[in-house]
């Protein structure tokens, strides 16, 4: 008997409630658990999804269970509303399994795939406490990027196939491709999600790491003074002519491309925002329009088992477009263990807070703050009682602290923070704000990371950080990024206590470091006082591709010890394998060099110690 909520459904949700409705009430005299099928049609789940949500509010069901199999998402039904997401693309989303304000919830997916269709977010939690999201495949049918096979090479072109999925097509001269079924699924939607060729990343198909060639291809030819010029010479064909390159691309070679600066960031895997206690357990990302998981302003937070890796036997190169994880402004401690993280078109994991602007005082204890980077708009920036420092901009350094008593927020990019003690008098012109207490303890442990484009990690974490026993392989980057922004991204902060041991690091790039610790601040690396502090390198095996292991700047207590590097032994030998730039206190002990290699030592008076190396000396 169909239950008669089901009436004003189309036929194809019938079954699914009908399914929901059973079961819900077997899983109430059960106790705390729900479970539920996806539609055996294959027509959209969120519509039963949603139901199945809302119930477990209604009458406090504790665990939502999902039966094994294919979930086709959506957008048409799906909960909708216009959304921040930090360090993606902000603006009017779609949600198809929304949690807000719950309590000892989880999410068991069983292994069941959310299959997804257009631009929609999975997997998204708010303002929550003590959430675990376990056992999900999360896919998209069409991917958001184009992606496509260097064919042929001439003497001012080239030609690439591109792949079926993408929808590749000339439009007004120009070629697009990507998410072709519209921005929210409709086939004749004016709004679509697809992408030029203005963003592009090339990558050698027999490794999927990056290509050693990578040209730069521009829209403009100063030359010429003209654009490029996109013919179709077959199915899926194109030929690319006029093109500003630095250099061609070799054939064979596949060009990825997703486009303009924004939008590209629309449809992440996972968002949870503001919500304390977080397990993350299994979860398997093929591919997304934006990161796979993306935490902020969330508390003690574990992910385990996941992994970001292409679907078996699928055509494209690339799993997530951006960051496989990113924290932004959490707290208490952040775990990554025992994950896998392949293709990405961005870096593995990023921890770091903001730096927001200072705009001035309202009152002796009110100050106005607004962002610099339009992806962290929206942004919590901070709760009451959290613990803020104010700093100059261009140095970095710190003068004054306080803590907020309460916030205010008129929109997106201006916050009134009302603070516990004047700073009449204090505040200077020029100033930024970050939130001291935001600045996670992270453990990032027993984790893959190969083949991806930017870095392996960025870790600015003011929290005790240990990254340890992990595989680094073949980042187009460095290895490990420890950074501090207040000029591009505006991601703060310095780092207190970092250890970096029993790890392997295989390198690609000749022109990377393989450790590049050190602020990102305007101008020349001034030779300021140290902006980081504490970084031990203990204990690893480091195969470098290019000469340079460690370049350093405004480190107080850097300590690189008991490694093995491998140099290239193509190098000048010796070569300079460190450069150390105002940093205070550097040891180098027991390490172990195939080649002889040399510190270089930017700052003289500052001390560097050496013991019992072997191959390593002081320029």
Known sequence: MTPPRAAWLPAAFA????????????????GRELKLSPPADGADAVPGLRDAIAKCRAEKIHRLVLERGVWNLFPDKAEGGFRHVTNQDPGYKRMAVHLDGFADFEIDGSGATFLCHGVLMPVVVDRSRNITVRNLVIDWAKPFHLEGAVTGVGEDWFEVEMLPECGAELRNGKLLGGMAEGFYGDENSSRDARQDIRWNYWIDPATTSAAAVQPVLKMWNPRTRSFPETTETGTNRFRIRNAHLNVLPTVGSVMICKGMLRPNRLSPAIHLASVDGVRVENITVHRTGGMGLIVEDCADVAVKGFKAVR?????SLITTTADATHFMGCRGTVRVEDCLFENMLDDACNVHGVYAIAEGLLAPNQLAI??????????????????????KRDTLLGYAERKVVSITRPNEDYYVLTLDKSLAGVIQTNSSVENLTARPDVVFRNNTVRNNRGRGILMTSGGKVLIENNLFERPSMMGVLIDGDNEFWYESGGVEDVTIRSNRFIGLSSSAPMFRLGPTQPGERRA???????IRILGNTIESAGPVVVDASRVGGLEFSGNTVRLPASLKNPTVAFTLNACAGAVFRE????????IQNKTPENNVLLEKNENLFLK
Do not use: C, M
């Open 528 to 534: 300021l006082p140290p902006y980081h502090h504490n």
């Open 591 to 598: 390490n172990k060099f195939g080649l002889p290699a040399l």
């Open 311 to 315: 679907r078996e036997g699928a055509a």
């Open 370 to 391: 607004s962002f610099s980077h339009f992806e962290q708009l929206g942004t919590v920036f901070a709760r009451p009682g959290d613990r803020l420092r104010l700093l």
């Open 15 to 30: 079954g699914a409630i009908f399914l929901l409705t059973g079961l819900a009430h077997r899983g109430a005299a059960a």
